[in-house]
């Protein structure tokens, strides 16, 4: 059975800045070397939507340093001049005298926050995609403690599917897949990546299927059936269109909790 379900929503107005839904986690990098040129590159195993805080100490206060932050590397350094939406980010630091942890500022891209693309909540802060971070022209040393990837995305449950067989591929390929989840839910919305950050239908379709099969919670029906329909929702103006490949027989109720991320007003 196909079925079309139109629901129409009402928002309150949501707190100036107020979030309910993403959370940031803290990551570490596996990885802190100094290159030849006395550069110190971090690794943090893969790439993720976030920000960084990186510790770094001055004698005399007079001291800069340049930080690069990277999604890929091309012989071993992060890629400086990057092509399509590869992301790069360059900023100079002026260090204070002592010991102080230094946040990463993150210039707002003008093509992915346009008016049609989904505004990350002001109390979680504009994000990049970066795996790699190097520090140019700093003299101390430097280690896995010294920095801090703050990842941003929904809550996730690591545990809540799992996949293991005797192909090795198969099984980078399942877990390409389930993190590709995690990662770029960094909106709270089903978005293209961070070119536009746009919801287009083909995008919310793919990751919707997509979740269900990463632990994604199943419908309740009239409190007592459960099961996961094929199929994904697309948010309006006015109302949520949801689409099913296939919902039960006799009367259905649609249930949904709506977590404010954006500030504004919202009307029916």
Partial sequence: MTGLFIILLSLLAPTAGGNAFL????????????????????DFGRVAFGQ??????????????????????????IWRTPATSVRYRKQTVALKKGTHTYSFH???????????AMKMPADIGEVL???WCEVEGYGGKLGKKDFVRHSVHVP???????????????????????YSMKATSFTGYYVDGDRERIPYEADA?????????????????????TFTPGGYRDVKADRSLFF??????ENTTLKEEFFATQTGTYTA
């Fill in 23 to 42: 959370v940031k986690e803290q990551e570490r990098p596996i990885s802190v070397k100094t290159l030849g040129d006395g550069t110190v590159q971090a």
């Fill in 129 to 131: 995609p970066f795996r």
């Fill in 156 to 178: 996730f449950d690591e545990r809540a599917a799992y996949f293991r067989c005797s192909d090795d591929t198969l099984n980078r390929i399942w877990e390409l897949c389930r």
């Fill in 106 to 116: 993150i210039e707002p891209d003008t093509r992915n926050t346009g008016p049609e």
């Fill in 244 to 249: 099913f490949d296939s919902y039960p027989e």
């Fill in 52 to 77: 960084l805080d990186i510790r770094l100490s001055s004698k005399t206060g007079s001291d800069t340093v340049v930080l690069h932050l990277g999604e890929r590397a091309v012989d071993g350094r």
């Fill in 205 to 225: 379709l793919i990751n919707q299927l997509g979740r269900y099969g990463f632990g994604m919670r199943p419908l309740s029906v009239n409190g007592w059936y």
